[in-house]
T-cell receptor, first 112, second 111 residues
Framework: EAQVTQNPRYLITVTGKKLTVTCSQNMNHEYMSWYRQDPGLGLRQIYYSMNVEVTDKGDVPEGYKVSRKEKRNFPLILESPSPNQTSLYFC???????????FGPGTRLTVL | QQPVQSPQAVILREGEDAVINCSSSKALYSVHWYRQKHGEAPVFLMILLKGGEQKGHEKISASFNEKKQQSSLYLTASQLSYSGTYFCGTVRLDSNYQLIWGAGTKLIIKP
């Protein structure tokens, strides 16, 4: 089944404790992206990757890192999480920027 | 700069029509439309590209006015399943393929 998977789905952590949210797609997509969603603000892009060699900052990259060592995986890293990073996070992938984006199920992160 | 969606919310009776608008202050390369139901991930509806190409579902229609940097999503004969929040995303001509999303339009369909 074609899908984007994210893990964990739910995470409660404390300020400063490094964490990684994994994202994996099995559709051989070139383009992958991370978003955060907060009430009233819609989706905001954190980082995106056009392909394995090109990764760029989105709208709200501060406090986040990403890695695209292989086509299928695009983990999101929070080196020192803070409470303002409490949010719902979505990973998405597509063949290209002008194709359908397939979203993962979301990761609800709470930073205390 | 975030595209502006209007209206912010709309309530319809089943069978009525709705139009959701998306406006940008900059020239656009593409406009993307997605629908999200509560607690779920966004789902693709349509992509409209500069030059007139469209990719999307047959039952969804939309327009893209390149000169005005505006797009509209047309929902006709609405069904209960159309309920949700609709987001437009835009890729500007002067950006490096960064996709920026509007704040969303909440659509409620009543029987």
């Amino acid at each position: 089944e074609a899908q984007v998977t994210q893990n964990p789905r739910y995470l409660i952590t404390v300020t400063g404790k490094k964490l990684t949210v994994t994202c994996s797609q099995n559709m051989n997509h070139e383009y992958m992206s991370w978003y955060r969603q907060d009430p009233g603000l819609g989706l905001r892009q954190i980082y995106y990757s056009m392909n394995v060699e090109v990764t760029d900052k989105g709208d709200v990259p501060e406090g986040y890192k990403v890695s695209r060592k292989e086509k299928r995986n695009f983990p999101l890293i929070l080196e020192s999480p803070s409470p303002n990073q409490t949010s719902l996070y979505f990973c998405a992938s597509s063949l290209s920027m002008t194709d359908t984006q397939y979203f993962g199920p979301g990761t609800r992160l709470t930073v205390l | 700069q975030q595209p502006v969606q209007s209206p912010q919310a709309v309530i319809l009776r089943e069978g009525e029509d709705a139009v959701i608008n998306c406006s940008s202050s900059k020239a656009l390369y593409s406009v993307h439309w997605y629908r999200q139901k509560h607690g779920e991930a966004p789902v693709f509806l349509m992509i409209l590209l500069k030059g007139g190409e469209q990719k999307g579902h047959e039952k969804i229609s939309a327009s893209f006015n390149e000169k005005k940097q505006q797009s509209s999503l047309y929902l006709t004969a609405s069904q209960l399943s159309y309920s949700g929040t609709y987001f437009c995303g835009t890729v500007r001509l002067d950006s490096n393929y960064q996709l920026i999303w509007g704040a969303g339009t909440k659509l409620i369909i009543k029987p």
